[in-house]
């Protein structure tokens, strides 16, 4: 009776040896889209936004501070583009690890996310055109008057007005995500449809930055489709990567960015800063501010545009050698304290917690 019992202990012992086995196989085992948890973050796609943020304050620090002698704009175009692409790149690599392409809860959240882009845009130009200085007499106003050109083309000129473009990704994604749940390939056919379109009304003189943008959102919603681990197989082959960027490079210097040359540039340049944050380079601590700029990069693009609005005035009676430059640094530094200042916030207050994602979530 005993030896009965010691065999069946170790046949019992032997199974769940087995099923052991059997799970730590199905563990090793799991797919790259394998869904992940609520508050899991890809460090590289944060790291990669804060770059973003730090370029756009760059960007915009030139167009406020310094005259520059030759066309650097063109080198930085593909900076609004990227905020573009890469939302579209986590809706459908992020999104579709924890839910279904169909599911309600992410047509809701992101259409809810959309229309509160277009509610946020419309109350800052608003805001500003209220304490902007008064206009002469029988002046229009500008955000008001070409709300035509704004809101649909995106040819008129609006503070913010990345945001739109951004919001009607949020909202016509989740029937790309519901046509995809059907047919996968459809999110790549509407990509290529989306960019062919913008392509060929640009070429006959009817170009719309909207269109432009949203096709290029549309491009990394497409790409976000594909498994991980074909895009770490692309960033693996980083000397191709440079080459490639370099060809690029030499092409918008002959022949400026078209827009064909400009999606290219997007996808490559995000590429490369997204390899550069997946290295041991966000890990450190000039790497993980970049990672909480990218954490609230909303935030963070439109606090460095008032940080810059706000210096611009500051320095402009100012004609010190250094006052550009100076310009620069202080931008960062305060746009970087800005995020800081908001994580401690919520961290240590659901008040603040709430309201953060009342306007920002």
């Known amino acids: 009776m005993v030896l009965e019992s010691a065999k069946l202990l170790e046949r019992t012992s032997e199974m769940t040896q087995l099923q052991a086995a059997g799970v730590r196989s199905r563990a090793v085992d799991v797919p790259e889209r394998a869904p992940a948890s609520q508050g899991t973050r890809i460090a590289a796609l944060d790291f990669t936004k804060g770059s973003l943020v730090l370029l756009m304050v760059l960007y915009h620090w030139l167009n406020y501070f310094v005259d520059v002698p030759w066309d650097v704009y063109r080198y930085l175009r593909f900076l609004t583009p990227s905020f573009i692409f890469i939302t579209g790149f986590i809706i459908t690599s992020v999104y579709l690890a ?20 277009l509610v946020l845009f419309t109350a800052l130009n608003g805001l500003a055109a209220l304490l902007a200085r008064p206009s002469p007499a029988g002046a229009a106003n500008p955000f008001g008057a070409a709300l035509y050109s704004i809101y649909v083309t995106g040819n008129g000129r ?38 062919t379109a913008a392509w060929a009304l640009g070429r006959k003189g009817f170009s719309s930055v909207t269109l432009e943008l949203l096709a290029i959102g549309l491009l990394g919603l497409s790409i976000g489709t594909v498994s991980r681990q074909v895009v770490r197989g692309a960033a693996a082959r980083v000397g191709w990567l440079l080459v490639a960027y370099a060809g690029y490079l030499i ?6 960015i078209v827009f064909p040359l400009q999606v290219i540039g997007v996808c490559l340049s995000v590429l490369l800063i997204y390899v550069a944050g997946a290295t041991s380079l966000s890990a450190g601590p000039a790497g993980r501010c970049v990672v909480e700029l990218g954490q609230y990069s909303l935030f963070a693009y439109l606090a460095q545009i008032v940080v810059l609005q706000l210096l611009r005035r ?12 100076a310009a620069l640094v202080t931008a960062t530094i305060l746009t970087i304290a800005a995020v800081d200042v908001v994580a401690t916030a919520r961290a240590r207050s659901t008040v603040a917690d709430r309201l953060y994602r009342a306007v920002f979530a």
């Open 98 to 117: 924890r839910y279904a392409p169909d599911d309600p809860r992410v047509r809701r959240r992101l259409i809810s996310r959309g229309l509160k882009l």
């Open 158 to 195: 609006a503070a913010f007005d990345v945001l739109v473009p951004i919001a009607y990704l949020l909202i016509v994604s989740p029937f790309v995500l519901r046509a995809s749940a059907r047919f996968p390939w459809a999110p790549h056919a509407i990509a290529a449809v989306t960019l």
């Open 251 to 256: 092409a918008i210097s002959a022949w400026n």
């Open 314 to 325: 500051g320095f402009r009676d100012l004609a010190l050698p250094g006052a550009p430059l």
